[in-house]
């Protein structure tokens, strides 16, 4: 009796609640118990339906955003946790798609060495860079495309240009230094990740941009750039086209971008100009594509505007970590000016670039801080066809993304003792092997821009590798070995206080870097400049 009374009770509260409810209340009522429906059914999905023949798929509530908040976050727990939980090889959902994260050496190799047949990068990257690069340039054109336009500027990387670059640098950040409000007078504090941003782009566009870009970001480009960058949010890898103010920014500043090159390289042409440095756009008005045909002036444009974003990202947050860290072991600044005046001569002459070479430490810091501070988490490919995964069941469909981080491999105990502490030391055996080179027996291949190795079994890859393997590499080590020699002859730093600590990292944008503000003590050397 009670129990039908009841249930007669709710029901007729029901017929009470749909015959007054208002109908925006009914529609929620009915959202809701969409979501509702859809979690449960979700859950069942994951609970009942496992394929023996796919990765694990990561364990969440709600479809379609599925792991993206917890991924977004801090992409590395995620990573960490989750190969914990399910091994190397694990499915996520980001953003509906089914992403499947392959980890360690093998996982490392399998994404990054794929055949073109089989997995591809354009596909993904170039809804979010197009628009910002313009047409016909790194993601806009086919593969063999990018592949030769990686080659005009790798061998426009020469070691002339790059001598150039460490005396234009040199002068650019002592400049920078006399100039700037936060270095007055003899101590005092500065915010690294707001501050490197500026001298770094400062640098880089005095070196590798040319002398016409560098004048130009002290007016106009600043906000170009600016703009421009706004394109890459995240949320762009869903909207990039959507009508938002961001992205009308973003249009805009391109297509002034693209204007503003096109004219510098138009005014050189003509003549106007004497041809007296090393920078990539009059390397790039000399290059030719295998069919003999020179390079448009809107893709020289393009290129420039990807060099400009990809080095920037990179080196600025890089170098932000590089002084950071320092700054938790100043007792390393003495180190670093120790090995200056034994290579250079205590009187300390100009840096040259033979002189970098000659400083394993410096070098160091830089590798060490790449193995931490890797500014790519992620690195993500679109599958073409099922792909077996080698000592497992699993076949991969081609609806998935791949994606790789070889910022894990690099932070294993397995791979380095205790991964988690910053030593640049622990490179002192290696000395040899400055940079990111991959293990010297490996078979060689060339994919159009330079031989690199065929199979990766390093650990340690910051600079990615395959064909779409970073070309910016020695430029990078040119352009921070080169401020970070310039800064330890002018500065020590310190975490105020004399801590230890370090600030966490920022994922919200594309490219990782230090959460801001990260202030730390400075004192000068010696005079002021
Ligand atoms: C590619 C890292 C600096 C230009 C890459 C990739 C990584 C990387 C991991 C591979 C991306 C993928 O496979 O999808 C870094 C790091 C840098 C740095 C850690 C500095 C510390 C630079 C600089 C430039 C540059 C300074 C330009 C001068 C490029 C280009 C590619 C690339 C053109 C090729 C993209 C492709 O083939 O799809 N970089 N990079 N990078 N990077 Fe860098």
Redesign the pocket.
């Known amino acids: 009796g009670s129990r039908m009374g009841l249930l007669a009770e709710v029901v007729g509260s029901l017929g009470d609640f749909s015959s007054h409810a208002s109908l925006p209340v009914l529609v929620a009522a009915g959202a809701a118990s969409f979501v509702v429906l859809a979690i449960v059914l979700n859950v069942l999905n994951q609970l009942l339906f496992k394929n023996p023949n796919e990765p694990p798929v990561v364990f969440h509530w709600v479809p379609f955003f599925g792991s993206t908040i917890t991924y977004g976050m801090d992409p590395y727990q995620f990573f960490f946790s989750n190969k914990a939980k399910y091994g190397d090889v694990f499915t996520f959902i980001l953003l509906g798609k089914k992403t499947t994260v392959c980890l360690d050496t093998k996982g490392n190799n399998f994404i990054?060495n794929g055949k073109i047949k089989d997995v591809n990068?354009e596909e993904i990257?170039s809804p979010l860079c197009t628009p910002v690069f313009g047409k016909d340039v790194?993601?806009d054109c086919p593969n063999s495309k990018?592949m030769e336009q990686?080659k005009f500027?790798k061998f426009g990387l020469t070691q002339d240009a790059l001598r150039s670059y460490v005396t234009l640098i040199t002068a650019e950040v002592q400049d920078f230094i006399k100039r700037h409000k936060s270095f007055k007078g003899q101590k005092g504090t500065f915010n690294v990740p707001k501050v490197m941003a500026e001298l770094t782009i400062y640098t880089?566009s005095r070196s590798?941009q040319g002398e016409e870009v560098r004048n130009k970001f002290d007016s106009s480009f600043a906000d170009l750039y600016h703009d421009l960058d706004m394109g890459f949010s995240p949320i762009n890898f869903m909207l990039p086209w959507a009508p938002l103010p961001h992205n009308r920014k973003r249009d805009v500043a391109r297509n002034k971008m693209i204007e503003t090159y096109s004219e510098i390289v138009r005014k050189r042409r003509s003549g106007d100009v004497k041809k007296d440095a090393h920078d990539m756009i009059w390397h790039l008005m000399d290059c030719k594509y295998k069919d003999g045909t020179p390079v448009p002036d809107h893709e020289i444009a393009g290129i420039m505007i990807?060099?400009l974003m990809?080095?920037q990202h990179?080196?600025s947050s890089?170098i932000s970590w590089i002084l950071l860290r320092l700054a938790t072991k100043p007792q390393l600044f003495d180190e670093l000016l120790e090995e200056q005046k034994r290579v250079l001569g205590a009187g300390l002459p100009p840096l040259t670039h033979d002189d970098l070479s000659k400083m394993p430490l410096h070098a160091q810091v830089v590798k060490e801080t790449?193995r931490m501070h890797?500014?790519?988490h992620s690195?993500m490919r679109q599958v073409k066809q099922p792909l077996m995964i080698e000592g497992t069941n699993y076949v991969i469909p081609a609806s998935h993304v791949l994606m790789s981080s070889p910022g894990v491999s690099a932070n294993m105990s397995e791979h380095f003792v205790n991964p988690s502490t910053w030593d640049p030391h622990r490179w002192d055996a290696d000395v040899a092997k400055n940079y990111d080179e991959d293990d010297q027996d490996d078979e060689k291949i060339d994919y159009g821009w330079g031989m690199v190795s065929k199979g990766t079994n390093s650990p340690y890859l910051?600079?990615?590798a395959?064909?779409?393997?970073?070309?910016?590499?020695q430029?990078?080590y040119v352009?921070?070995q080169t401020i970070l020699a310039a800064f330890v002859r002018e500065f020590k730093l310190r975490n105020p206080g004399g801590s230890t600590d370090i600030v966490g990292t920022d994922y919200s944008s594309l490219f990782s870097r230090p959460l801001a503000p990260a202030v730390v003590e400075w004192e000068r050397m010696g005079r002021e400049l």
């Open positions: 990054l990068a990257y790194v993601y990018l990686k500027v880089a590798l990807a060099l990809a080095g990179s080196s890089t790449l890797a500014p790519i690195i910051p600079f990615g395959g064909r779409h393997r970073c070309i910016g590499e430029f990078a352009q921070l």
